[in-house]
C-alpha cells in the first residue's frame, strides 16, 4: 500500500537512514516530477528548488544524482541547464550520452523514420495531436486532442506504426512512446545503482513508466510516487512542489551528517612512518589516510579526502567520549592516543631493519589498553576505493581479497561482523578489554597471520629506537630544542629509506583553497626541496639523509643525456612521473575537488633545482661529510646545467601553469649553484673553476640589472615584472647580495607590507590563472624572519617564530600553509617545506647575537 509521505514519522526516518546511507543514488523522473505537466512540452520548466537541491546533493560525497526521462536528452540538457555533477538519462533508459542516435543501425534508423512519418501523418489529421521525435523513435502526445479524436487517433497508431515488427510501446499520461529498441527505466535505474556503487536508492516518479523503477527497489530503497493513482511506490507526495521541499530536506540531512563526521582540521593529523610510506591519524585514533607498500602508491584508507566510505580504522569508545590527549614519545614517531578508559597506541613497524628494506613488508601495529568496551570499524578500500575491496574472516583475523599485495589483518580474540557498503565490505567488532592488550596488525605484503618473529612490546620498543637513537645523535641548541627535534623527526619520516629521497609531504590534494581546485600531489621527491630537507638535516648535524639523497641523484643523472635535463619531480624510486590524473570517486577535503595522483609539474623547466643540490654539497663539505669524487661530479654537473641553461626563462619555485617567465629566484639559485660547486671543488677537491666565477659575475649582473623594479622598489618575481614574489628573500639569504644592500633592504620591507599578514606571509598577490584565494606559506615565514633577523631586526623575527610555533598541531606538525582568514591550516600534511624553514629559523636566531632591534635606533 502506498501511504502519504507527508507528516509520516515512518517517512522521516526513511529518510533519516538514507542521508546517513555510505552511498546514495537520488533519482527522479523529469515530466511529473521535478515540472508540471503542462499542454507544450517545451514549456514544462523545472522546479528551481528541486535542481537546486538536485545540484547541492552531487556535491556532497559518495552522493549521486540523476533525472531519468522518457524525453530525449536533447531536450532534459536544455531544459534543466545540465547542472554540474547530475546526470541525464533519455528515452525511458536507453540514451545514456549525446551520441545514443549514432549508434543505431541502418535497419534501426530505417525503421525509426518509417515510424515517425506514419505518426506525423496521423497527426496531421487531427488537432490536438503532436508527435515529439526521439533520438531511437518518437512520442505520441494525444493530451490537448477531444477524446473520441484522440481514442480514434490512438487505435490507428496501435493498428499501424505501433504494429510494426521491432517497434517497442511504452504507455505514459496521455502519451504513447514507440521506439525501435527496448527501453526500461528499472534496467537503468539498475544500471546506475551498479556504476555508482549505491548502498541505498530513492526515486521519485508519477507515470505509469517508473513503475518498472519502482519494481527494482529494495531493502533500504525508497520508492516515492507523485500524485494520484495505484503504485507499487511506498510512499506518495501531492507534486513536483513536494519532491523539491523533500529534496531540499534530504540535501539538509545528508549535509548535517557528513558535516558531524566532517575531516579534521588538518594541523591536527599525525604522522606515523616507516620510511617506506605514511599514515595520518586523527585526534580521536582514527586512521584515515594510508598508502602501500610506498609513500606513493595508492591508498588503503583515504577517508581524509572522501568521507568514511573512502576507508579508514577506527578504535572508538563505545559511549562515544572524546579523546583526552594525543601525543609522541619523547624522541619517536610511535603515538598514543588516551581516552577515559583505554589508550591507542599506533606505529609502523621499522624493526628489523625495515626502514630501508625495499622489499620488506609494511606492519601498521594499533595496541589498545585499557578496561571496558571497544568498537572498532576496519574499512579498507583498494586503490582509493577504485576496486571493489572484499573481506574473509579468517582464523586470526581478516584477508583483503583480490589484491595485488596480499593484505591481511590480525586480530586473535575478535569477532569480526561484516557488512556490505556500496561495492565494497567493511569489518566491525565490539571488545571487551582484558588484562592483556589487545593487538591489531595491519600487514600489507605479508601472506600469513601467523604471529611475528617478535612480541609487540619489542617490536613498539625496536621502533622507538629506531627514531629515538637517530635523533640522540642530532646537535640540538636548547633554544625551542622539542620545536626542532619534532620537525627533525618529521623530515626523517619523509625520506624513503630504501632509496634516500625526500618526499615534500605525506599526502595529496589537500586544499590550498577550500572547496577550490588548487589541490596537488605532494608525495614524491622534489630536488629542490629534497635538498633544502637534507641540508637542514645537515645543520641538526646529521649528514647520513644528504649523503643518502646525492646517491639517489646520481643514480638518476647517470640516466640522462645531460645533467640539465633533470627533471623537477620523480618518484621516491627515481623514476619518472607519468600523466597527472583525477579520482572522481573521491569527494575532496571539505568539498575541495578534484583530488588528483601524479604530478604535472614534473614536466615543467624549473632551473632552480640545481642551486640547492649544490648547496647541499658544500654544506656536507663544510661539515666534514666523507666527500668523494663522485660528489665532486655532481657539483661539476650541477655548474654545467647552469651554465648551459641559465640565460633560459623557466616556471620557477611556485611551479606556475603559466608560459615560463625569467624568475628572478631561479637566475639567483642559478648563481648559488655556481658559486658553491667552485667553493666545493676548489677547496674540497683542488679543481680550480675560475670560469664559473666569470659565469656567476655575469648571471648577477643581469640579475641586479633587470630583477629590480626601481618603482616599486623592490626585486619582483621576474625580469620586468610588477608583481612582488617572496621566494626573493633568497637574494639576500643566500650571500647572493649584502643583506645590508638598500636593495635588499626595500624588498624585505616591501615584502613585509605587501605580503604578510599576520603569522604568515603569502608567495605573491598576482593572478596565476587559478581560481580562489591560497594561503600564506609557513616556509615564507620562516624566510622573512631570517630576512629580519639578517638586518638586525630580531624582534620581528622572533614575533614570527612565535606565529609559526602556535600554528603547529598538538603534536607539533604543520601542514603547507595558512589561511589567516579562515584561520585554518591549508594544504599537503605534513610538509617538509614547513618543517625545514622552522629548523632553519631557530638554528639562526639561536646563533645570532642578542642585538638590539634595529628599530631602536630610527
Same mark, same amino acid.
Given at each position: ?172 499520461? &496521455? ?71 523533500? !529534496?531540499?530536506?534530504? &540535501? ?76 609522541? =614519545? ?44 571497544? +568498537? ?136 590550498? &583553497? ?40 646520481? =643514480? ?113 639559485? &642559478?648563481?648559488?649553484? !655556481? ?89 605573491? +598577490? ?29 624582534? +620581528?623575527?622572533?614575533?614570527? !617564530? ?57
Amino acid at each position: 500500500m502506498t501511504k502519504e509521505a507527508s507528516g509520516d514519522p515512518d517517512f522521516e526516518a526513511a529518510l533519516a537512514r538514507l542521508a546517513e546511507t555510505p552511498v546514495l543514488l537520488v533519482a527522479s523522473d523529469y515530466d511529473g516530477t521535478l515540472a508540471q505537466i503542462v499542454d507544450d512540452p517545451r514549456e514544462a520548466h523545472p522546479e528551481r528548488e528541486a535542481l537546486v537541491a538536485l545540484a547541492a546533493l552531487a556535491r556532497l560525497p559518495q552522493t549521486f544524482t540523476a533525472v531519468l526521462s522518457g524525453r530525449a536528452l536533447s531536450d532534459l540538457a536544455a531544459l534543466t541547464g545540465a547542472p554540474p555533477g547530475l546526470l541525464l538519462v533519455g528515452s525511458h533508459g536507453s540514451e545514456f550520452d549525446v551520441g545514443f542516435a549514432e549508434r543505431l543501425n541502418p535497419v534501426e534508423t530505417a525503421l525509426r523514420d518509417r515510424l515517425r512519418a506514419e505518426l506525423t501523418n496521423i497527426a496531421a489529421r487531427t488537432q490536438g495531436l503532436s508527435v515529439e521525435p526521439k533520438p531511437a523513435g518518437a512520442a505520441f502526445h494525444y493530451r490537448r486532442a477531444e477524446a473520441g479524436a484522440a481514442a480514434s487517433a490512438l487505435a490507428e497508431v496501435m493498428a499501424g506504426p505501433a504494429a510494426l515488427v521491432g517497434v517497442h510501446q511504452k504507455r505514459g499520461k &496521455c502519451v504513447l512512446e514507440l521506439s525501435v529498441v527496448p527501453t526500461d527505466k528499472g534496467h537503468a535505474l539498475g544500471r546506475m545503482r551498479g556504476e555508482v556503487g549505491a548502498s541505498a536508492v530513492v526515486f521519485f516518479g508519477d507515470d505509469v513508466t517508473d513503475e518498472d523503477a519502482f519494481a527494482t527497489l529494495h531493502g533500504p530503497d525508497v520508492a516515492v510516487k507523485v500524485g494520484a493513482g495505484p503504485s507499487a511506490a511506498s510512499w506518495r507526495v501531492r507534486g513536483p512542489a513536494e519532491v523539491a521541499e523533500w !529534496l531540499a530536506r534530504l &540535501c539538509e540531512r545528508r549535509a548535517a551528517h557528513f558535516g558531524a563526521v566532517g575531516a579534521p582540521p588538518i594541523e591536527q593529523l599525525s604522522l606515523l612512518s616507516d620510511q617506506r610510506t605514511a599514515a595520518l591519524v586523527t585526534p580521536a585514533a582514527r586512521i584515515v589516510w594510508f598508502c602501500a607498500p610506498r609513500i606513493d602508491s595508492p591508498a588503503l584508507f583515504a577517508e581524509l579526502l572522501g568521507g568514511a566510505t573512502a576507508g579508514h580504522f577506527a578504535v572508538e569508545p563505545t559511549d562515544g567520549s572524546a579523546p583526552l590527549h594525543q601525543k609522541y =614519545g619523547e624522541r619517536d614517531l610511535v603515538l598514543t592516543t588516551q581516552f577515559a578508559s583505554f589508550a591507542v597506541t599506533d606505529f609502523l613497524d621499522t624493526s628489523g631493519g625495515r626502514a630501508t628494506q625495499r622489499a620488506g613488508r609494511t606492519d601498521l601495529v594499533r595496541v589498545i589498553e585499557g578496561r571496558g568496551a571497544v +568498537r572498532l570499524r576496519f574499512a579498507p578500500r583498494l586503490d582509493f576505493g577504485r576496486q571493489t575491496t572484499r573481506l574473509e574472516a579468517r582464523e586470526g583475523g581478516l584477508c583483503v581479497l583480490d589484491s595485488l599485495d596480499p593484505v591481511l589483518l590480525r586480530s586473535p580474540g575478535v569477532t569480526w561482523t561484516l557488512a556490505r557498503e556500496g561495492a565494497h565490505d567493511t569489518a566491525e567488532a565490539l571488545v571487551e578489554l582484558g588484562p592483556e592488550p589487545l593487538v591489531l596488525e595491519l600487514r600489507f605484503g605479508a601472506g600469513d597471520l601467523r604471529a611475528a618473529g617478535r612480541s609487540p612490546t619489542q617490536r613498539r620498543e625496536q621502533t622507538s629506537r629506531h627514531w629515538s637513537e637517530w635523533s640522540e645523535g642530532l646537535e640540538l641548541p636548547h633554544f625551542e630544542r622539542q620545536a626542532l627535534l619534532r620537525s627533525a623527526l618529521t623530515l626523517k619520516a619523509l625520506q624513503y629509506g630504501p632509496s634516500g629521497a625526500i618526499a615534500a609531504a605525506a599526502t595529496t590534494s589537500l586544499p590550498e &583553497c577550500m572547496g577550490g581546485v588548487r589541490n596537488w600531489d605532494y608525495r614524491f621527491a622534489w630536488p629542490r626541496d629534497a635538498a633544502l630537507a637534507a641540508r637542514a638535516l645537515a645543520e641538526l648535524g646529521s649528514p647520513s639523509e644528504g649523503m643518502a639523497l646525492l646517491d639517489w641523484l646520481l =643514480g638518476i643523472l647517470d640516466g640522462l643525456s645531460a645533467p640539465d635535463r633533470l627533471r623537477p619531480i620523480y618518484t621516491v624510486t627515481g623514476a619518472e612521473l607519468g600523466a597527472e590524473g583525477e579520482i572522481a570517486g573521491l569527494a575532496g577535503y571539505g568539498g575541495s575537488r578534484p583530488v588528483r595522483v601524479g604530478n604535472g609539474a614534473s614536466g615543467q623547466v624549473q632551473l632552480d633545482v640545481f642551486g640547492p643540490i649544490a648547496d647541499l654539497i658544500a654544506t656536507l663539505a663544510r661539515i666534514g661529510a666523507p666527500l668523494s669524487s663522485e660528489h665532486a661530479r655532481l657539483c661539476e654537473a650541477m655548474a654545467q646545467a647552469v651554465a648551459n641553461r641559465w640565460r633560459d626563462p623557466d616556471h620557477g619555485i611556485w611551479e606556475i601553469r603559466a608560459p615560463a617567465r625569467h624568475h628572478v629566484h631561479t637566475k639567483v639559485m &642559478c648563481w648559488l649553484a !655556481l658559486d658553491r660547486s667552485r667553493t666545493v671543488l676548489e677547496q674540497h677537491f683542488a679543481r680550480p673553476r675560475p670560469e664559473l666565477a666569470a659565469i656567476a659575475d655575469e648571471l648577477a649582473a643581469e640579475v641586479l640589472e633587470k630583477g629590480w623594479n626601481p618603482k616599486l622598489r623592490a626585486f619582483t618575481a621576474a625580469y620586468g615584472s610588477d608583481d612582488l614574489d617572496a621566494a626573493v628573500l633568497q637574494i639576500g639569504l643566500s650571500g647572493f647580495l649584502d643583506p645590508h644592500d638598500p636593495r635588499f633592504v626595500e624588498t624585505v620591507a616591501a615584502i613585509e607590507r605587501e605580503l604578510r599578514e599576520g603569522p604568515t606571509v603569502y608567495r605573491y +598577490r598576482a593572478d596565476d590563472g587559478l581560481p580562489g584565494r591560497e594561503g600564506g606559506f609557513h616556509i615564507l615565514a620562516a624566510w622573512l624572519a631570517e630576512a629580519h633577523l639578517a638586518l638586525g631586526q630580531r624582534q +620581528r623575527a622572533e614575533e614570527l !617564530l612565535e606565529g609559526l610555533l602556535h600554528l603547529r598541531g598538538a603534536t607539533g606538525l604543520l601542514s603547507e600553509q595558512y589561511d589567516p582568514v579562515e584561520t585554518r591550516a591549508l594544504g599537503n600534511h605534513p610538509q617538509a617545506y614547513s618543517h625545514l624553514g622552522l629548523v632553519g629559523l631557530i638554528l639562526a636566531l639561536d646563533r645570532a647575537p642578542p642585538i638590539r632591534d634595529a628599530r631602536a635606533h630610527s
